[in-house]
């Protein structure tokens, strides 16, 4: 077992998960099927708004219903409108699948966990097309089997699980789907937000978030994790470099801004980040395996701990100390690394 050394507070109210949820496996086999289909050529690469988008869209619809979750409306569709700053006269369209596994008893207010992954990518990229299957096929595809692991009310708290549209042109989707949880009056205790999942030749998957919210680190680390991933600690912070603050880089931005707490988990950017290379067979299927048993560890794991997290948050709130709260100060980003939606843009792949 490993050795955790912890501060005592948090140490004294960290639990193990509860006895229920640690019977239930994730079936990591099925999470690389997921990636698979979702990043086939048949998709062109998912582009919001597109016909590609809508077969995503009812891949992932067949797994919420297998996986028993719960829709806010008659369906899992969330449609929304958006505009993006460069062309604030053209509205635009996008739809994400949002759904939930109520609490044990069967409340669906919250405090509850959301768990987010785009579905959207880029089409196509100088004439081929773009299968993101890193980004963001894997995430999508670790949330699905997550979703279907906890089909059997495992769960303590509300679960929510997000597929997000219209990420890659300004996370539009994940702004609509907190202003949208908001609206329903649902307490989002803690983000977490799976985004590039499957592709590290060191094995190493990042864990964003802790620097805004200091008291989710012994959290984070309290989280098991298997053999062939090993977690970074970091990439929140200026300290990081330029390209190394991923505050704003993925769907979790939209939690920051709203003062929720959130972890992001996601690999380094790569030769393949957004490129027609970033190809299922191209992927690390060992490590994604790995990942996703990961990412559900950390989902039951703050399951079972997020009365801790909730109370937390609220002490730093309250607390005098500047940096013990959520930083939405960081809006004035450092420029030259992000476009204007907020979104960071590799070197080169400005269009
Ligand atoms: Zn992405």
């Known amino acids: 077992m490993r050795q955790l050394i912890l501060s005592g507070l948090i140490a004294a109210s960290i639990v193990p998960a509860s006895a229920c949820a640690q019977d239930v496996e994730i079936d990591t086999n099925m999470a690389l099927e997921h990636m698979r289909v979702l990043a086939a050529d048949d998709m062109n690469g998912r582009l919001t708004g597109t016909e590609d988008a809508a077969m995503a869209r009812e891949y992932i619809a067949g797994e919420y219903f297998m996986a028993g979750l719960l829709a806010f409306e008659e369906t899992w569709d969330q449609p929304f409108t958006y505009r993006r700053p460069q062309n604030a006269d053209l509205e635009l369209s996008g739809i994400n699948l949002v759904g939930y596994h109520p609490a044990a008893d069967g409340s669906a207010s919250g405090p509850a966990i959301v768990v987010t992954a785009h579905y959207d990518h880029i089409g196509n990229c100088n004439g081929q097309i773009c299968n993101g299957a890193d980004d963001n096929a894997s995430g999508v595809a670790a949330m699905l089997a997550a979703a279907s692991a ?186 030259g690394y992000t476009n204007e939606d907020g979104r960071y843009i590799k070197p080169g792949m400005e269009n």
């Open 150 to 335: 906890l089909a059997n009310g495992a769960n303590e708290h509300m679960i929510i699980f997000a597929a997000l549209d219209a990420e890659e042109n300004g996370l539009n989707g994940a702004r609509e789907l907190v202003e949208y949880l908001q609206g329903l009056g649902i307490e989002m205790a803690l983000n977490i937000n799976l985004d590039m999942l499957a592709f590290n030749e060191d094995n190493e998957l990042a864990a964003a978030g802790a620097f805004h919210h200091p008291f989710l680190r012994a959290h984070i680390d309290a989280v098991e994790v298997p053999d062939g991933v090993t977690i970074i600690q970091g990439y929140d912070s200026p300290e990081w470099g330029p390209n190394g603050d991923w505050t704003f880089s993925s769907d979790h931005a939209a939690f920051h801004r709203a003062g929720i707490p959130w972890i992001y988990y996601g690999v380094d950017f790569h030769p393949h980040y957004h490129s027609h290379t970033d190809e299922f067979d191209v992927m690390h299927h060992d490590f994604f395996e790995a990942v996703t048993e990961t990412v559900f560890n950390a989902i039951v794991y703050f399951d079972a701990n997020l009365q801790s997290v909730v109370e937390a948050h609220a002490e730093a709130d309250a607390a005098p100390s500047p940096s013990a709260g959520p930083d939405t100060s960081s809006d004035a980003r450092p420029a």
